[in-house]
């Protein structure tokens, strides 16, 4: 026990030290938390707060005059298009309107699931008013929430001079995402009186068969050449935008305004490509024979056989890898044959046949049907099922080669070999 009043003892006297030493002084300053300025996107950028009924919001221009180029693309080249390019590939949806009309619409949202709410709209046109005619973009903008419903008035009342809407995957995210902030808003939206153009499909038609990715901004770099600098992330956008209600620094928007810029400016440029493409394909000049055989696709699905027939015989003259070449000629025999070209067709069919490719059994089971049904030479329409079944064995061809068999056993079935052409793809195909 009397140890441990000692040692009580001695933290005693310790403590009162610690009080003598450190007791009655005045308390330490604290250093002053420097804060950053909070800086409004209209200290940043040329725009204006604008004022509605139902509130403010903020509006920014921008011009690129025409003697600038984006890319490949000159900014005078738009204010040239013809006002009738739209309709062919909207199937006759779009009427015939002046370039100027056509409003190019992207957003940039909070996210991508329900709730998402665009906070930053931008709408460029093409001018050709005056000595400065180029292309026109303003962009709206949320400074808050509360911004909405004057911004998305604002948005109505902007539309209401176009004619036209172009996006990019818009018709998937844009107007819809737009049609429900309207709706929240209980204000009626304005695209219902606008036909709208979604260039995403076009674009994968063209050129999905050679670039791994066609969204806006690699079709930017690999068809216009443009390589961006100063952009934000796409994915980092949203971030970007909630640190900003956060913290009400606007510095990090601005390269926002920037991205949502050059997505439009290159959709623009990109519509004086895609449809004029679909529109005039004989016009068309790509180096790339990948290119062709998307376009020739696409146009053999609308039914214009022949246009497509001579994109892909120009895409198998610049050369194809044999992913795409053997599918060329497949489809190449396949309008020859429905055009009722059948020597044609039967002379694309047999250099398939000749060759180790994934069309090798379809084409030598065309070339079967054909001398059964139109030579009525059943001796080389089974020599025809017989190679096709040494690569493939199926109940179709099968069953095939017992009809043709029963036939030439038949006393009226015996029937020659037809003409030299005949025995002359016979030894082609044998001959592989």
Known sequence: MDDVELQLA???????????????????????????????????????VVRTAYGAHFETERVWERHRRHGSVDISDLAGLPGNLLQPLSAGVIPDSPPAKWAFLDTETTGLGAGACAFLIGVGSIDTTGDSTGFRL????????????SLLARLSEHLAQFDVLIT???????????????????????????????????????????????????????ILGVEREGDLPGEMIPYCYLEFLRTRQAFELVPIFHHNALDILSLACLTAIVPFAFRSPDSVHVRHGADLIGLARWLLETGRHEESLALFRRALAMGLPDHLLFR??????????????????????????AARNPYRVRALAELAKHYEHNERSYSMALEMTRAA?????????????????SRIASPRGVRGNRGNKSAARRSHIAGA
């Not at 303003?138 to 419903?149: K, N, S, T």
């Open 10 to 48: 001695a933290l005693r006297r310790r403590i009162a030290q610690i009080d003598r030493k450190y007791g009655g002084g005045p308390a330490p300053a604290r250093r002053p938390v420097r804060r950053p300025a909070r800086h409004a996107i209209e200290d940043l950028l040329t725009g204006e």
């Open 138 to 149: 303003r962009q709206f903008f949320l400074r808050d929430y509360a911004d909405e419903p």
């Open 168 to 222: 990019y995957n818009g018709k998937a995210f844009d107007q819809p995402l737009l049609e429900t902030r309207y709706r929240m808003a209980r204000a009626p939206h304005p695209f219902g009186r606008l036909p709208h153009l979604d260039l995403l499909f076009g674009a994968r038609r063209l050129w999905k068969l050679r670039l791994e990715s066609c969204r806006l901004v690699d079709l930017e770099n690999q």
């Open 328 to 353: 060329t000629q497949w489809d190449i025999a396949a309008i020859e044959r429905r055009s009722g070209r059948a020597e044609a067709s039967l002379a694309v069919l047999t250099d398939l046949a």
């Open 389 to 405: 079944l040494t690569y493939e064995d199926s109940p179709e061809l099968r069953r095939r080669e017992e009809r043709l068999k």
